[in-house]
């Protein structure tokens, strides 16, 4: 089958070509000014670009935050009453599973920033993390499986949402989706001092590509690891084939965004956008309707 076909492709490196198509309709009486952002692919150590970013209209410019360095483009748009306009952003990109095992090799620390999706100053979360410290070794590697395995043990995946869960949101709901799984990791490596983020971005191996979010935790002993609590839960249920657990994920997943809660300047001011996954506009006026799609070949 397909999905079979694409599952083998995960586990070894492949190269895509993607299609993001943004269209938004002005469904006002009166015209519209704004400002839209689009992510753009990131380049880490498992996914660099083999063309450059294409786009049907060209952006306004081409930004860079310096939080987390995540690319984007940005568009100063006006449409007239009813009128719609279509946006795509088309490039290739190489992509690399990371199966391998935590290296032993020390590396340095480095420091992290937690942010309100991934407070780990909530009671609910300070608890759990101080219980998690005292039943386990006090070491990063061990604290952030024990961490990895209260999440799986704890969530249920269901309700997806555009955007990012807050990770005490997804204490108390227990049903949240990838995103509320990969919050409640982070913060909770966060209030037992592990520098952790999450990473977001779009599967490349359904006919029907749907967002994911996962996440990564610095570890001494190997640098940057990958963790996906919502797929290795789900595969644990027989819900899910995809490669997904600490340590490894595949390569059948293209990063848009790393970090939350990301600082970005639009016209001279700075706003806030949980995850850099899906097209963002500013002002979010309710009459731009707004509407996406994904494809990969």
């Known amino acids: 089958t397909s999905f079979a076909l ?10 895509v070509s993607l299609c993001y198509s943004i269209r938004i309709k002005n469904g006002a009486s009166a015209s519209r000014s704004f400002f839209l952002l689009l992510p753009i692919p990131q380049e880490t150590a498992f996914q660099y670009n083999l063309s450059p970013v294409e786009h049907s209209i060209r952006p306004t410019m081409i930004d860079q935050e310096p939080l987390f360095g995540n690319r984007f483009a940005i568009w100063n748009l006006s449409l007239n009453p009813y009128e719609k306009c279509l946006i795509e952003q088309r490039m290739r990109i190489r992509l690399f599973p990371r199966l391998l095992p935590v290296s032993s090799e020390e590396v340095q620390p480095i420091p992290f920033r937690s942010s309100p ?36 043990d704890s969530l249920t995946y269901g309700n997806p949402i555009q955007g990012l869960y807050f990770a005490e949101d997804a204490l108390r709901k227990e049903v949240v989706d990838c995103g509320g799984y990969s919050a409640l990791f982070v913060a909770l490596c966060h209030a037992c001092g592990i520098p952790a983020r999450i990473l977001s971005g779009f599967w490349t191996t359904t006919n029907t590509q749907s967002m994911h979010a ?33 340590g490894s994920v595949g390569s059948d997943r293209i990063v848009y965004g790393i970090g939350c809660d990301i600082p970005v300047l639009i016209n001279g001011t700075e706003q806030i956008v949980d995850i850099l996954q899906t097209p963002s506009l500013f002002p979010n006026d309710p009459s731009l309707q707004v509407s996406y799609t994904f494809s990969t070949v």
Request: aromatic share 6%.
């Open 117 to 152: 999706h991934v407070d780990p100053s909530c009671n609910e979360i300070e608890s759990m993390a101080r219980t998690l410290r005292e039943t386990n070794e006090n070491d990063h590697l061990t604290l952030a499986l024990a961490i990895n395995r209260f999440v799986i």
């Open 214 to 246: 996962w996440a990564e935790v610095f570890l001494p002993q190997g640098g940057w690891v990958a963790v996906d609590p919502s797929v290795e839960q789900l595969r644990k249920l027989g819900r899910s084939r995809r490669v997904g657990s600490f």
């Open 6 to 15: 694409g599952l083998l492709r995960s586990l070894r490196p492949q190269s």
